[in-house]
């Protein structure tokens, strides 16, 4: 059976990612929805080049959707109309805006998403794209804050697992009220798959660092970026996985997702074992 698809944030970054490559695996028949049909803020924020013409990959016309995620009466209806069997939700506003926005589309939109899913029997299972920044303030304290000072550590880190507690960082006030957002999105996962009248999985995907050039050889970055890097190919392997093994899944669980880098400090091992999840890249400390 083909699965539909709902990817939400489509013209961002990892969507457009995803887009290009769960659209050749004749499983899936891919949808997306945006506010916009625009390249992601993160190739400005990257310093980037881009081409005059280049645009954000999308899935064809007929699947895609303007829709704000804070539109309850469109997003129910372009569900329900499709009869979208999976929803990867993406969209959400950077660290980059403020708190009053963050709060709005990254909270508010996050529990309309949810309540629509739980709502339509044809809906099986949400994969929440949360972030490692749910767990980013744990680089303000030692060991981990060497990786921020670019220092390499003079010891073994202990990696954070899933059963440790979220940590936001606190760097300035928007870029907490986004770690705070992803902390939410994944408690209101779990609150939902709590509850007995509802047959959704819910998934929550902590995604490491997925940069424009997909490359991590520049002395530009900093560690504390790299040693969480995920590759375009260790993202879309992950998400094969993930799909693959859809009807093993556990009605609600979490998985860091990064390549295999020096220094990350993420415990990534029940996806490895769950889902067989083998990063094949990975940024090494002599290249930097």
């Known amino acids: 059976m083909v699965k539909k698809i709902l990817i939400t944030g489509a013209?961002?970054?990892i969507g457009g990612i995803l887009v290009e490559h769960l659209s050749k695996n004749s499983n899936y028949d891919i949808y997306g929805i945006d506010k916009h049909i625009r390249l992601s803020q993160r190739y400005q924020l990257e310093n980037t080049p881009i081409s005059d013409n280049q645009q954000p990959i999308l899935p064809p016309k007929e699947k895609f959707y303007i829709c704000d995620i804070t539109d309850q009466k469109q997003l129910?209806?372009?569900?329900?109309?499709?009869?979208i069997n999976i929803i990867i939700h993406l969209a959400a506003l950077l660290e980059t805006?403020?708190?009053?926005?963050?709060?709005?589309?990254n909270c508010r939109g996050?529990?309309?998403?949810?309540?629509?899913?739980?709502?339509?029997?044809?809906?099986e299972m949400v994969i929440y794209g949360s972030s490692v920044m749910a767990v980013f303030g744990y680089l303000e304290n030692e060991p981990y804050l060497a990786l921020a000072k670019n220092i390499q550590p003079k010891e073994v880190l202990k990696k954070i697992t899933i059963n440790d507690p979220m940590i936001p960082s606190h760097l300035n006030p928007s870029f907490e009220a986004y770690c705070q957002s992803k902390i939410f999105g994944e408690d209101l996962a779990r609150q939902y798959s709590s509850k007995d009248n509802i047959n959704v999985k819910f998934i929550c995907v902590r995604l490491g660092w997925v940069n424009t050039t997909d490359d991590v050889t520049s002395n530009?970055?900093?560690w504390d970026d790299k040693s969480v890097w995920c590759s375009n190919r260790d993202l879309c392997q992950f998400f094969d996985r993930l799909l693959e093994n859809q009807f093993k899944l556990k009605k609600f669980d979490i998985y860091f997702v990064s390549s295999n880098n020096d220094f990350c400090w993420v415990d990534m091992d029940n996806a490895k074992e769950d889902l067989n999840y083998m990063p094949q890249d990975g940024a090494k400390w002599n290249e930097a």
Not at 97 to 102: A, D, G, K, N, S
Not at 114 to 121: K, N, R, V, Y
Request: cysteine-free.
């Open 97 to 105: 805006e403020t708190i009053e926005q963050i709060n709005d589309i």
């Open 110 to 123: 996050t529990n309309i998403i949810f309540d629509i899913a739980t709502q339509q029997e044809h809906v």
């Open 11 to 13: 013209s961002g970054l």
């Open 220 to 222: 530009l970055y900093n």
């Open 76 to 83: 129910s209806r372009i569900i329900q109309d499709n009869q």
